[in-house]
């Protein structure tokens, strides 16, 4: 109910007739992996629709999920441009462009916690590497150097 934004939901009604769509989907997924520690596909929502499918489904599927952890590996130590990233460093190369670089000024009114701010920044760019990342060459191949976080 609380997902579809629905008054009442019976175990037969189709999640799809209420309202449902593939973002909901995902979201519905992500809820039963949360709440009944059970992996289950997108594609499982698409073919058992209702309360009563779904929960048959569900209730012959193992405890756990089925993520894989996130773990630390060696990298290179030139890390390999992706294709996307080889493409705008192949036209900045031919070019020298600007273009990709998308500049903001946000206007804040009120009192501001300078501290605050800069201590949110700093744990934004310290948890996301690409944020550190800068792309450089060496005998003309492009490639990604990741600036350790402080």
């Known amino acids: 109910q609380e997902l579809l934004g629905v008054d009442r939901v019976g175990i037969y009604d189709n999640f799809f007739e209420l309202g449902g769509h593939s973002l909901l989907a995902t979201r519905l997924v992500s809820m039963i992996r949360k709440e009944l520690n059970i992996e289950i596909e997108i594609a499982d929502?698409?073919?058992?629709?209702?309360?009563?499918?779904?929960?048959?489904?569900?209730?012959?599927?193992?405890e756990g999920v089925l993520l894989p952890s996130i773990v630390i590996e060696d990298r290179p130590i030139r890390i390999p441009l992706s294709f996307s990233q080889e493409r705008l460093w192949?036209?900045?190369q031919l070019e020298?462009?600007?273009?990709?670089?998308?500049p903001i000024v946000i206007q804040l009114e009120g009192r501001?916690?300078?501290?605050?701010?800069?201590?949110?920044?700093?744990?934004?760019?310290?948890?996301?590497?690409?944020?550190?990342?800068?792309?450089l060459s060496a005998e003309g191949v492009g490639y990604q150097e990741v600036v350790k976080s402080e």
């Open 45 to 62: 929502i698409f073919e058992y629709t209702t309360i009563s499918s779904l929960g048959s489904h569900v209730s012959v599927q193992s």
């Open 90 to 92: 192949f036209l900045d």
């Open 96 to 102: 020298g462009t600007s273009s990709y670089h998308i």
């Open 112 to 135: 501001l916690a300078v501290s605050v701010l800069e201590e949110s920044l700093q744990s934004i760019v310290s948890r996301h590497e690409v944020l550190r990342t800068n792309i």
